[in-house]
Nanobody, 122 residues
Framework: QVQLVESGGGLAQAGGSLRLSCAASGLIFTTYHMGWFRQAPGKEREFVAV????????SHKDSVKGRFSISRDNAKNTVYLQMNSLKVEDAAVYYC???????????????WGTGTLVTVSS
């Protein structure tokens, strides 16, 4: 049974930082590309960042480039999202996903976590 469990969300002030983690189990982690997505109230889930299984390819949403950074530790079956210089508009539920195909599109993801809430105060 595949499980993706996010953690690290919470309340941060604008300009602050949070580090999200996503621990994976029940799958061969090194065969999956891992992505972070977010969904704000009333909006669709959107791509934030993706990292290939071998860390050779990384992509970030334009609006988070230079502020957010995705990484992974294959020995720990964990993917991270370091979020710096947070803005109010970054507030959302953040989800990690696992995909066989390297993609920024939600339909391409095979497994999802249940999400972790990030709130940013002004």
């Amino acid at each position: 049974q595949v499980q993706l469990v996010e953690s690290g969300g919470g309340l941060a002030q604008a300009g602050g930082s949070l580090r999200l983690s996503c621990a994976a189990s029940g799958l061969i982690f090194t065969t999956y590309h891992m992505g972070w997505f977010r969904q704000a109230p009333g909006k669709e889930r959107e791509f934030v960042a993706v990292i290939s299984w071998g860390v050779s390819s990384i992509s970030h949403k334009d609006s988070v480039k230079g502020r957010f950074s995705i990484s992974r530790d294959n020995a720990k079956n964990t993917v991270y999202l370091q979020m710096n210089s947070l803005k109010v508009e970054d507030a959302a539920v953040y989800y990690c996903g696992a995909a066989i195909r390297y993609s920024t599109a939600t339909p391409d993801y095979d497994y999802w976590g249940t999400g972790t809430l990030v709130t940013v105060s002004s």
